[in-house]
């Protein structure tokens, strides 16, 4: 079974003070840095880029997981992989090319994720599927924190982990989560959760790793 990866979005930490909430999140536990790019283009809101990920990769070991949300992504993908991301994920609807932005990604060496919207169907990425190191589900529409899971989403990660099958994919969920909405996720097949808002309330290293350790639990506890 997939191991469980929990992933802090720092979308939702103090942006003047950046380098050590990076720090604080790796020191309460987090698997993976959730990097969320916005462009203003794709998705109504605009957040980070290259340089800013580049000066974070310093302030920690463990992987960057980035989300792009920008349209084009290709004429990037270069300067993501230079930045220190680990895992590159693109949308299926931000070009018609998805399966050359899988390609181009996996060619600088790095993992290579691809994510859906809530409106999109499964069949976007099935033949695909063969080229990703990582699905992502979005349970909100992307472009900002703090909102509510969208439960509609459920069935759809159940009907990813079947197109995943036994294949080396981790099916990671975005988008209000929660200890709450968690466990549904989990029992659905997702192994990573990413979390914003739920981790980075309370502004401590003791407030992330109880914040961390309770989406853990959740998920853990619910496993298919
Ligand atoms: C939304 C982003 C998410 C977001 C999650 O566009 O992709 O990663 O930061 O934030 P919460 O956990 O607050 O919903
Ligand atoms: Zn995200």
């Given at each position: 079974m997939r191991d469980i990866k929990i992933a802090p979005s720092i979308l939702a930490s103090d942006f003047s003070r950046l380098g050590e909430e990076v720090r604080a999140v790796t020191e309460a536990g987090a698997d993976w840095i959730h990097l969320d790019v916005m462009d203003?283009?794709?998705?109504?809101n605009i957040s980070y880029g290259p340089d800013v990920i580049a000066a974070l990769r310093a302030h920690t070991d463990i992987p960057f997981d980035c989300h792009l949300m920008i349209a084009p992504a290709d004429p990037y993908l270069e300067a993501f992989a230079k930045a220190g991301c680990d895992m590159i994920t693109v949308h299926?609807?931000?070009?018609?090319h998805l399966h050359r932005s899988l390609q181009a990604i996996r060619a600088l060496g790095k993992k290579a994720g691809v994510t859906l919207n809530?409106?999109?169907?499964?069949?976007?990425?099935e033949h695909v599927i063969d080229m990703v190191d990582l699905v992502l589900v979005m349970?909100?529409?992307?472009?900002?924190?703090?909102q509510k899971f969208i439960d509609a989403v459920v069935p759809k990660i159940a009907a990813i982990d079947a197109l995943i099958g036994d294949r080396p994919i981790d099916l990671e969920v975005d988008g209000g989560v929660t200890a709450q909405t968690a466990p549904a996720c989990a029992r659905a097949g997702a192994n990573a959760f990413v979390a914003g808002s739920a981790i980075f309330k309370g502004g401590t290293v003791d407030a992330y790793r109880a914040n961390i350790a309770a989406i853990r639990a959740a998920a853990t506890g619910n496993r298919p």
């Open positions: 203003g283009h794709f998705v109504p299926a609807e931000a070009g018609p809530p409106a999109t169907p499964v069949s976007a990425i349970s909100v529409n992307p472009g900002f924190g703090g």
